[in-house]
Nanobody, 115 residues
Framework: QVQLVESGGGDVQAGESLRLSCAAS????????MGWYRQAPGKQRDLVAA???????DYADSVKGRFTISRDYAKNTVYLQMNNLKPEDTAVYYC?????????WGQGTQVTVSS
């Protein structure tokens, strides 16, 4: 059974940085795309950044130039480096991975940015 373990969330001041990690385990097949989504209170869950198996990346306009997604194929881990954080980045961040036709979600990690 696939498990995703997230880490790296926390409380920071505006302008500071955080690095989120999400490690996948239990998969028998190759992991395809990996990504990060976020959900603020009262809002829908939106894509923040994604990276394909081939390494192509995509970002939400609101985080371009501030966030960087990367992956370690050997460790089945995806990272999200978040720089120059803003209060509007406050949300629960969820890791997502695709294995075949199935999408798996992490448990979520809270990021709170104070002004």
């Amino acid at each position: 059974q696939v498990q995703l373990v997230e880490s790296g969330g926390g409380d920071v001041q505006a302008g500071e940085s955080l690095r989120l990690s999400c490690a996948a385990s239990g998969n028998r097949f190759r992991i395809g795309a990996m990504g990060w989504y976020r959900q603020a209170p009262g809002k829908q869950r939106d894509l923040v950044a994604a990276i394909t198996f081939g390494g192509s990346t995509d970002y939400a306009d609101s985080v371009k130039g501030r966030f960087t997604i990367s992956r370690d194929y050997a460790k089945n881990t995806v990272y999200l480096q978040m720089n120059n954080l803003k209060p509007e980045d406050t949300a629960v961040y969820y890791c997502n991975v695709e294995i075949g036709a199935t999408s798996y979600w992490g448990q979520g990690t809270q990021v709170t940015v104070s002004s």
